[in-house]
């Protein structure tokens, strides 16, 4: 859970970017990352193979603001996509306040998402969490691919309670930072009822 520092009058909220291999997670912290004016961020830091797959994760420290004279650091996480890094998922998850769901709007990416959908809600509930109870978003991403499948039946498939989805093209920032005003949005609100 969000970590406050009274002393240093800090929150330090945790945020994931969760989903299947290669639907664009990296991408989407690299674009904030870019984005962002140095004052704001910390170094962005990418444990990756030499192909560019996560291998551990990425790691983005971002302020964003504050609440009640408390400054508000947000740290961006993504988990590694692929199937046998389970393990990492899994502790990657540990304290997590908000989850971000990038899904590949590809086709032949459909049963990558919902294999990665209940991926999350098992790993979560490892970790003592339930998805319904969580502050989440849905990205549907690569919507520039010709490909795509039709939004509505994206949201059909993916949108597990109603949660805000965006739709994006992660190379180019669309829906990028909607996509993390969104969830930062619901963690700043869960905060602000304790
Ligand atoms: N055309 C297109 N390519 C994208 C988009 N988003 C990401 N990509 C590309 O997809 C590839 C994989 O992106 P990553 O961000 O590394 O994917 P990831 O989800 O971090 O993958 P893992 O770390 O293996 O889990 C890269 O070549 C990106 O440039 C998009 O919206 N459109
Ligand atoms: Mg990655």
């Known amino acids: 859970m969000s970590f406050i520092n009274y002393a240093a009058r800090e929150i330090n909220v945790k945020i994931v970017y969760y989903g299947p291999g290669l639907c664009g997670k990296t991408t989407n912290l690299q674009f904030i990352y870019q984005k962002s004016n140095p004052q704001q961020k910390g170094k962005l830091i990418s444990l990756a193979t030499e192909t560019d797959r996560t291998l551990f994760f990425d790691f983005l420290p971002l302020d964003l603001g504050s609440v009640r004279g408390f400054k508000t650091r947000f740290h961006l996480y993504t988990v590694p996509g692929q199937v046998f890094y389970d393990a990492s998922r899994k502790l990657i998850l540990k304290g997590v306040d908000g989850v ?11 049963d990558a998402n919902i294999e ?17 109870n969580m502050p989440y978003v849905l990205q549907l991403n690569k919507r520039d691919l010709p490909s795509a499948v039709a939004v509505d039946e ?16 992660a190379p180019k920032g669309n829906g990028v930072f909607e996509t993390l005003k969104a969830v930062a949005k619901q963690v700043l609100y869960e905060l602000r009822r304790r």
């Open 100 to 110: 971000v769901f990038v899904a590949d709007s590809q086709e032949m990416r459909m």
């Open 116 to 132: 990665s959908l209940r991926n999350l809600e098992e790993n979560l509930q490892e970790n003592g969490f339930e998805l319904k």
């Open 154 to 169: 994206m949201y059909r498939t993916l949108n597990f309670k109603g949660e805000p989805t965006f739709e994006a093209i």
